[in-house]
């Protein structure tokens, strides 16, 4: 079955850090860009990164530089995002998505991130 | 950065009509070297992800109804869904990819 399945979220305090992964199936996963995607409790969504079929290009929302970092194994199929001095406004559910190039084309159920001391 | 602006922000349709929502991009999203915009529009149901519905504009993601349409070019664009079903009601999102950071639309509520 195609899917992505996103793991890591849970509570963290102000200032923390948190490892977001998230496991791709049912495609050949270095064939895409991937992406995360958030969206914080009752608001819209909002995008956080990119990153190229190799690892080699990362494309972040200019306000997170700095804090979250994004890698990924195409040996496990696996992407992941490094939450670092996270803040209450990082409070929301982070999305993986596969971008087809064209738009987000499939995406994860999502895991709750909750900042709060 | 570019900013989407979606109107209405709620929208109340009865079933079977239409339902008709707008998009206005601040920057043109039309590429002139391929002649594409670089619009796309999600469906978000409560408690699920996004589902992408149309991408360069008017392309009908597969698996999406024919009553779902896209429309439009440069910095204006709308969702068409017709003959609306009780499984539309969702919130609908439309998104740019022409330059990063990529941007959306706050959402229009369809009711």
């Known amino acids: 079955e195609v899917q992505l399945v996103e793991s890591g979220g849970g509570v963290v305090q102000p200032g923390g850090s948190l490892r977001l992964s998230c496991a791709a199936s049912g495609f050949t996963f270095n064939n895409y860009w991937m992406s995360w995607i958030r969206q914080a409790p009752g608001k819209g969504l909002e995008w956080v990164v990119n990153i190229n079929q190799d690892g080699s290009g990362k494309y972040f929302v200019d306000f997170l530089k700095g804090r979250f970092s994004v890698s990924r194994d195409n040996a496990q199929n696996s992407l992941s995002l490094h939450m670092n001095n996270v803040r209450a406004d990082d409070t929301a559910v982070y999305y993986c998505?596969?971008?087809?190039?064209?738009?987000?084309?499939?995406w994860g159920q999502g895991t709750m991130v909750t900042v709060s001391s | 950065d570019i900013v989407m602006t979606q109107s209405p922000d709620s929208l109340a349709v009865s079933l079977g009509e239409r339902a008709t929502l707008n998009c206005k991009s601040s920057r043109t999203l039309l590429y002139s070297s391929n002649n594409q915009n670089y619009l796309s529009w999600y469906q978000q149901k409560p408690g699920q992800p996004p589902k992408l519905l149309i991408f360069?504009?008017?392309n009908r993601e597969s698996g999406v109804p024919d009553r779902f349409s896209g429309s439009g070019s440069g910095s204006n664009f709308t969702l068409t869904i017709d003959n609306l079903q009780a499984e539309d009601v969702a919130v609908y999102y439309c998104q740019q990819y022409y330059t990063t950071p990529i941007t959306f639309g706050q959402g229009t509520r369809l009711e």
């Open positions: 998505a596969r971008s087809g190039g064209y738009g987000w084309d499939l």
């Open positions: 360069w504009a008017y």
